[in-house]
């Protein structure tokens, strides 16, 4: 059965740091493009960044200079490096994995920023 299953959010103070995982099962993870998502509350779902089978990255505007994808493909695992976070930060993040029209997604893990 396909699982991705993310972890390593909570609380964190403004300009703190934070490292999210996302665990897939079920599915070989590198022949696919591995994506982070957020959503807060009374706000569209918003692409965060992206890493391609090839290892190829790319991140949202405000993103930019704070925040590192990676994978291990052995492991079969995306992480998300999150470093000076800001209060609108604040937000579910999700696992997305994605090839040729098919797409997978988690549960999400909350990440809150606050003093």
């Known amino acids: 059965q396909v699982q991705l299953v993310e972890s390593g959010g909570g609380l964190v103070q403004p300009g703190g740091s934070l490292r999210l995982s996302c665990a897939a099962s079920?599915?070989?993870?590198?022949?696919?493009?591995m994506n982070w998502y957020r959503q807060a509350p009374g706000k569209e779902r918003e692409l965060v960044a992206v890493i391609t089978s090839g290892g190829g990255r790319n991140y949202a505007d405000s993103m930019k200079g704070r925040f590192t994808i990676s994978r291990d493909n052995v492991k079969n695992t995306v992480y998300l490096k999150m470093n000076s976070l800001k209060p609108e930060d604040t937000a579910v993040y999700y696992c997305?994995?994605?090839?040729?029209?098919?797409?997978?997604w988690g549960q999400g893990t909350q990440v809150t920023v606050s003093s």
């Open positions: 997305n994995a994605a090839n040729r029209g098919r797409s997978y």
């Open positions: 079920g599915f070989t993870s590198g022949a696919y493009a």
